[in-house]
């Protein structure tokens, strides 16, 4: 669900009143009806039941509101009143019991957290909707696009029996989910660590590598020198005269000459060396 797709559970709204330091966050993302008064909560100010408060509770105080700072509001809702609370924790870290305990305190009934489309960084993950409550509400289900009605047949002993008991085995079914989370999350470290301790030697190894290619270019130029040095040209072409005895007497004399006037030709620094 969208954020602009909240505020129409609501049905006969005539004020919103926003918890935050500008009391503007929200009126444009949650797109409030004309008709309804949009205003900044302000201590001691009347609301009825026509009133909606909205926040942006979360963990970065840059971006959200803290839980404790809306606390007064609910409490000063009546009877009728409802909250609507953006929640901008992802749902595997929601601190839920801190959202519901200031509802509870304030005496409102939370009727339904619905997950929101586009939920990264610091936008909202999951929505709140909750009512001031003299008496148990209908309950609804979590995907529920119904307006929300809060003077309709109160859950009867076999729904709060189902309530309590689903509490009591969702929390023995999170132990071991919780478990594997935390092994999960160990291994990951674990993982993290090994891939920087690789890169590490992989940087090493690239290093080393670097000089070796290093090495071998000046090794390569060092050869080429020596190549074109009369000394080396000399050697073979004495190298070459021992091989063949029979042809050196004719092959060495003329190979020197013809090194001896290149030499003359060149002048590189190798043939001044030698």
Request: proline share 7%; hydrophobic share 40%.
């Amino acid at each position: 669900m969208l954020i602009r797709e909240l505020l129409p559970l609501f049905e006969d709204v005539t004020t919103i009143v926003e918890v935050s330091e500008n009391g503007k966050t929200l009126q444009e993302q949650l797109r409030a009806p004309e008709e309804a008064t949009y205003r900044p909560y302000a201590p001691g100010e009347k609301m009825d039941a026509g009133t909606v408060v909205v926040a942006f509770v979360g963990p970065n105080p840059k971006a959200h509101t803290d839980t404790s700072a809306v606390a007064p509001a609910l409490q000063e809702l009546p009877v009728g009143g409802r909250a609507l609370l953006l929640l901008g924790w992802p749902v595997p870290d929601l601190p839920y019991q801190r959202v519901l305990d200031e509802l509870i305190t304030a005496g409102c009934q939370v009727l339904q957290v619905i997950p929101l489309d586009h939920a990264v960084g610091d936008r909202a993950h999951c929505a709140v909707l909750a009512a001031r409550v003299d008496r148990l509400a209908p309950l609804r289900s979590h995907l529920s696009d119904e307006p929300v009605v809060l003077d309709g047949a109160a859950p009867d002993l076999r729904a709060l029996l189902r309530l309590t008991g689903e509490k009591v085995f969702s929390e023995l079914l999170e132990r071991p989910l919780r478990r594997k989370l935390a092994e999960t999350a160990d291994r990951v470290a674990e993982q993290d660590k090994r891939i920087r301790q690789l890169e590490k030697e992989v940087t090493t190894r690239d290093a080393t590598i670097a000089q070796a290619e290093s090495r071998l270019t000046r090794a390569r130029n060092d050869v080429a020198k020596l190549q074109a040095s009369t000394t080396f040209r000399v050697g073979a072409t004495v190298v070459q005269g021992a091989r063949r005895p029979g042809k050196a007497i004719v092959s060495v004399p003329v190979g020197l000459v013809r090194i001896w006037r290149k030499r003359g030709a060149t002048g590189g620094p190798a043939d001044q060396q030698s």
